[in-house]
Each structure stands twice: as structure tokens, then as C-alpha cells.
């Protein structure tokens, strides 16, 4: 069964860091794209940051978290990671980890989601 | 940014009726997607490619439109199917979505 799932998610004080894990399984790891995007009530659904199968070389952030998030994969132990920095309070919400879709040489939208792991600035 | 906007935001219907959500985009695209999500639950993929459904997902679902006009058809409600749909855009990053629409029963 292919299946993400995310942790890391805890209270932290503004300003403060956390780093979110996501572990793929169930699939090759390396074949895809990964994305983490985040869910509030009142913004509703965002994508927050992706990264390129291809290594990792290419990165894109939304212009929300640009200059704080990093994210990373790590091709050894299946996992992805997005490293938030200076947290606000804005950036509460319920993370989520996925993978896009890639067949026939095009990439599509995210078929596979973890189940979203809670992060609150406060 | 590509702006989605869906309606609408509620939708009451009956179970075996038909129920029609609309998405428009800002401007015109060809990657768009269709998601389900339930209370707890994390979005799930139905449609993408705007008419493709993706593994698993039942006929009774469909997509279609282009350009900044698309459209999810349940042809016939389930109970299991009442919760809130999104569609998004995978066009060009920031990939976006729209603010949903609450499918509830009649």
C-alpha cells in the first residue's frame, strides 16, 4: 500500500523552529515529487513548498513561507522534511505531506496524502 | 497567482439526485483537479487532468470545461459521498486551490 506519514507536528512559541518528517512507503520514493501543503479553517488549503524527484535540485516555495520553510528529501531512509523557521502565528494549521502523480512521462496532481500532522504557533 | 473561486460554497441534495460544483479559474489552464475531503480525513483525489478520474474513483464522478470554466458531476449521491469538494490548479506553482464547496444532504 503506498502510504505517507508525517510528524513532527507540536506547540511552539513565535519565532521558534520545528522540523516535519514525512515517510514514504509503498512506492520508489525517488520516481516522484513531493509537496507539503497546510490547512487552516480560515485560509483553507495551501500549498506551502515542493520539491523535484530529481535529487531534490529544484525547490519552490509559496511567498508566505519563502525565506523561512526549507524543504528536503533524503533518498536513504524515504523521507521528506520541511524545516520552519521564525513560526508565526499565521502559520498555524494542520500539515500535510504528498506526492504527485507522475505517468507516461507528465506529472499530474497529488494521489497519495498522509494523514496531516498539527503544528500551532502560539 | 491563478485565483480559483468555486460554487457554490453550500450544496443541499437529495441522495440519487445529481449534483453539479463549479470551479473558475483566473486564467486559463489546462491542469485542473477535483479533491474530496471528509471531516478528519485528508483530501482525497478524484479528478485530474480536468476529466481524468484518478485510481479507485467510482463513474458515477466526472469532470469537465476548459479554459477558466470546469465542472464536477455526481451523477447520483451516495451517502458516502457528502462532504466538502475543491478543485485546484496545477498549472503553474503556487499550485492553488479554491475554498470548496460543502456538498450536505437535503
Known amino acids: 500500500e503506498e502510504q505517507l506519514v508525517e510528524s513532527g507536528g507540536a506547540l511552539v512559541q513565535p519565532g521558534g523552529s520545528l522540523r516535519l518528517s514525512c515517510v514514504a512507503s509503498?512506492?520508489?520514493?525517488?520516481?516522484?515529487?513531493m509537496y507539503w501543503a497546510r490547512q487552516t479553517p480560515g485560509k483553507g488549503l495551501e500549498y506551502v513548498s515542493a520539491i523535484d524527484h530529481e535529487g531534490g535540485k529544484n525547490t519552490f516555495y509559496a511567498t508566505s513561507v519563502a525565506g523561512r520553510f526549507i524543504i528536503s528529501r533524503d533518498s536513504s531512509t524515504n523521507t521528506v522534511y520541511l524545516q520552519m523557521g521564525s513560526l508565526r502565528t499565521e502559520d498555524t494549521a494542520v500539515y500535510y505531506c504528498?506526492?504527485?502523480?507522475?505517468?507516461?512521462?507528465?506529472?499530474?496532481?497529488?494521489?497519495?496524502w498522509g494523514q496531516g500532522t498539527l503544528v500551532t504557533v502560539s | 497567482e491563478i485565483v480559483m473561486t468555486q460554487s457554490p460554497a453550500l450544496l443541499s441534495v437529495s441522495p440519487g439526485e445529481r449534483a453539479t460544483l463549479s470551479c473558475r479559474a483566473s486564467?486559463?489552464?489546462?491542469?485542473l483537479a477535483w479533491y474530496q475531503q471528509k471531516v478528519g480525513q485528508a483530501p482525497r483525489l478524484l479528478i485530474y487532468d480536468g476529466s481524468t478520474r484518478a485510481t479507485g474513483i467510482p463513474a458515477r464522478f466526472s469532470g469537465s470545461g476548459s479554459g477558466t470554466e470546469f465542472t464536477l458531476t455526481i451523477s447520483s449521491l451516495q451517502s458516502e459521498d457528502f462532504a466538502v469538494y475543491y478543485c485546484?490548479?496545477?498549472?503553474?506553482?503556487?499550485?492553488?486551490f479554491g475554498q470548496g464547496t460543502n456538498l450536505e444532504i437535503k
Open positions: 485546484q490548479q496545477y498549472n503553474s506553482w503556487p499550485f492553488t
Open positions: 504528498a506526492r504527485r502523480y507522475c505517468g507516461s512521462g507528465r506529472c499530474h496532481a497529488s494521489d497519495v
Open positions: 509503498g512506492f520508489t520514493f525517488n520516481d516522484f515529487p
Open positions: 486564467r486559463s489552464l489546462s491542469n
